[in-house]
């Protein structure tokens, strides 16, 4: 067996014994794995997300970990377009594991506009020192609660959390991981 042979089973799992004393198999299988989730986080993939109460929401992928969500939600699953953003829900960084078939599958791409790439403004917060900072491009600025106020926190939310806020924003109803996330709160 050569490498142009290997297919990778259905599953997309491989025990490492079937790898053993094969290395350019472990190699070829290991950086299709890789390949692929750098394909799911490439700028201007939309994915869709179904909701507990069979809705679909979306969002589209900005620079990893960074998502822009949109504020509709759809009775029928939609095709990728610009107009799933014409009204931005929130922008906030995403756990790298929330893009796949299996969770929220990657259904096509749209070209980014200057709305959509629009660089977020995060607070951080300092649990030691009780000080607060903005966090924008890489960059971090100490500064004050007031300032912080109604800015999204620099944290990576999972899958799961998203879709309760999906939800609660649909039904224009406060989120219990925002509420717990407020800037106000922390002190």
């Given at each position: 067996m050569n490498a142009d042979s290997f297919t990778l089973p259905r599953s997309g799992f491989v025990q490492q014994s079937h790898l053993r004393d094969k290395p350019v198999m472990a190699a070829l299988y290991f950086s299709r794995i890789d390949m692929a989730r750098r394909k799911n986080w490439e700028a201007g993939n939309v994915v869709e997300i179904k909701l507990a109460d069979d809705s679909y929401c979306y969002g589209v992928v900005i620079d990893f970990p960074l998502i822009v969500f949109g504020s509709s939600s759809h009775k029928e699953k939609q095709k990728a377009s610009r107009k799933l953003f014409s009204d931005i829900g929130f922008r906030i960084?995403?756990?790298?594991?929330?893009?796949?078939?299996?969770?929220?599958?990657?259904?096509?791409?749209?070209?980014?506009?200057?709305?959509?790439?629009?660089?977020?403004?995060?607070?951080?917060?300092?649990?030691?020192?009780?000080?607060?900072?903005?966090?924008?491009?890489?960059?971090?600025?100490?500064?004050?609660?007031?300032?912080?106020?109604?800015?999204?926190?620099?944290?990576?939310?999972?899958?799961?959390?998203?879709?309760?806020?999906?939800?609660?924003?649909?039904?224009?109803?406060?989120?219990?991981?925002?509420?717990?996330?407020?800037?106000?709160?922390?002190?």
């Open positions: 960084w995403v756990m790298k594991y929330a893009i796949d078939e299996k969770s929220w599958p990657v259904i096509g791409s749209i070209e980014l506009d200057s709305d959509l790439e629009k660089e977020p403004t995060f607070y951080k917060f300092n649990v030691i020192s009780k000080k607060f900072s903005h966090y924008r491009n890489s960059v971090e600025t100490e500064t004050g609660l007031e300032q912080c106020i109604d800015l999204e926190c620099a944290a990576a939310w999972d899958p799961e959390h998203i879709e309760s806020r999906l939800i609660d924003l649909k039904n224009g109803t406060p989120n219990k991981w925002v509420e717990s996330l407020k800037a106000e709160n922390k002190v």
